[in-house]
Structure formats: C-alpha cells, structure tokens
C-alpha cells in the first residue's frame, strides 16, 4: 500500500494517510519532507496563539488605562480570561517562554496591541506609549489593573 493523497491538494485526507502509514510501521511510503513541516508547523501555531492572545490582554489592560470611563465586567472578564489561557499555555508548552524572554517578540506584540487599542478605542496611537511600560509579571498579576493616565 503506497501514498496516494497529495499534501497540495488535501491536507486532512493526506494527514489521515500519513497518520495510517506510521502506525502500520511504513516509514518508507511517508512523506517525510511534509511531515517535518506540519510538526515545525505546530510549534508556530502554539507561538502565534501566545502572541495574539498576549496582544489581545495588553490591549485590553490600555484600554482600561486610556478608557476608565468606559471600564465594565466585559473588559475585565476578557482580561481574566487572555490571563488564564496564557497561563495555561505556559504551563502546557514551557518552551514559549523563551519567547517571553525576547525583545523582539515583545516589540511585536506591544505593536498588535497598539494596533488593537487603536482601533477599539478611536484614540490616536500618540495617546500610548510605543513601547511596553509593564513587564510580564505584572502584566500576568490578577491583582494588576493600571491606573488612568493622572492617577496615582
């Protein structure tokens, strides 16, 4: 029994075959190039989650810094919430927090979540900071809800 589903034009059924060849022990039908980029694919998916989810809690936690007026239980839950699946993913992939340990990514993130705050809020991009003011274990704090700009 040979291979007979391409990766180009049916991903499902070619992972399905894929997945059949290895636990029937035929290493040499598989389509090994392919399998290596799905697994290298995976990891990139579990950094793209962590980073989008992180861009989303940063621009919620702005928004509740630059908007106290307009601060409710659906801006707090959706911090909660970006807070414990963050934490969740930590906890099940200890190797994304290398990313949290890299300026660049944080860069990049911090510019999602501006590009969010923006949006959502109608405020200029000159209203934030372009760079991140709080590090990550405030960010991850349940106690943690910056105060409006002249607050103290």
């Not at 659906?74 to 970006?82: A, F, L, P, S």
Request: glycine share 4%; aromatic share 10%.
């Amino acid at each position: 029994m040979t291979a007979t589903t391409s990766y180009d034009t049916d991903i499902i059924a070619w992972a399905n075959e894929q997945a059949r060849l290895l636990r029937a022990g035929l290493f040499s039908q598989l389509d090994i190039e392919h399998i290596a980029e799905e697994i290298e694919d995976v990891g990139k998916s579990e950094q793209r989650e962590l980073e989008n989810r992180m861009a989303v809690l940063l621009a919620h936690l702005l928004k509740w810094q630059h908007q106290s007026e307009r601060r409710g239980n659906r801006w707090r839950n959706t911090i909660r919430d970006q807070r414990e699946r963050i934490a969740r993913r930590i906890d099940k992939t200890p190797s994304l927090k290398a990313d949290l340990e890299d300026e660049t990514w944080w860069r990049g993130v911090w510019a999602d979540a501006l590009d969010i705050a923006v949006k959502e809020t109608g405020l200029f991009y000159e209203a934030f900071t372009d760079s991140r003011t709080w590090c990550f274990d405030q960010i991850m704090d349940v106690d943690f809800w910056p105060e409006s700009r002249g607050e103290a």
